[in-house]
């Protein structure tokens, strides 16, 4: 569920859709027929029953029995029949994964996997993620269409006497993550940097 809502945030929010002819172009319909309404289990939910129920598979230690520390049968019903009526409202949904949106796909420009992101609604920009190798990128919204930017920086040769710029990822810039310049083939490793503060 997290990895649907990175993709859309509104993966798990509840939608009626209604459907009607129009009188005419660009004009909403005078007489909307319901069609259904999507009732999908959300991430607050998943998550509070998975925390409340998983307590229940764990055997009791043998500290807790003789304590008199037992599992609370009457709570777990009551809890699985709350879960319940969630499942079944869920599952009556005349209408199942139902989703209107704008989406944009580039192919990832390190490892060439396609990334596939919902636009935002009001946004002028966003950021997307490879699903492969977590390659960061930007999305700048331009009217209908959509650039795409890796999140890089630039990296300058360590070598004093060349001016040499090597391209990388965001997330290549770590500590010890070496690089070969392109301009003079010499080898420059990433490392944190301390300089000493001059008083005022």
Avoid at 3 to 29: M, N
Avoid at 139 to 153: C, F, K, M, N, P
Wanted: with cysteine; net charge negative.
């Amino acid at each position: 569920m997290s990895a649907l809502l990175d993709i859309d945030p509104l993966a798990d929010a509840e939608r009626t859709i209604s459907a009607g002819r129009q009188s005419e172009k660009g004009k909403a319909s005078d007489e909307m027929r319901l069609l259904g309404t999507d009732t999908p289990l959300t991430l607050k939910t998943l998550k509070t029953q998975y925390d409340a129920i998983g307590s229940f598979l764990h055997q009791p230690t043998l500290g807790m029995l003789d304590r008199g520390m037992h599992h609370d049968a009457e709570a777990l019903r009551s809890r699985l029949k709350r879960l319940l009526s969630q499942l079944d409202a869920t599952l009556a949904s005349k209408i199942f994964n139902f989703t209107v949106g704008r989406f944009s796909t580039c192919t990832c420009g390190r490892c060439g996997v396609p990334i596939r992101r919902r636009l935002p609604r009001e946004e002028e920009s966003t950021t997307a993620k490879c699903p492969e190798c977590s390659a960061g990128y930007i999305l700048t919204v331009e009217g209908d269409g959509v650039t795409w930017s890796a999140d890089d920086v630039e990296l300058q040769c360590a070598t004093s006497d060349c001016d040499g710029v090597i391209v990388a990822f965001s997330d290549e810039v770590v500590p010890g993550r070496s690089f070969v310049c392109t301009q003079c083939g010499q080898r420059s490793v990433i490392g944190l940097g301390v300089w000493a503060a001059s008083d005022a």
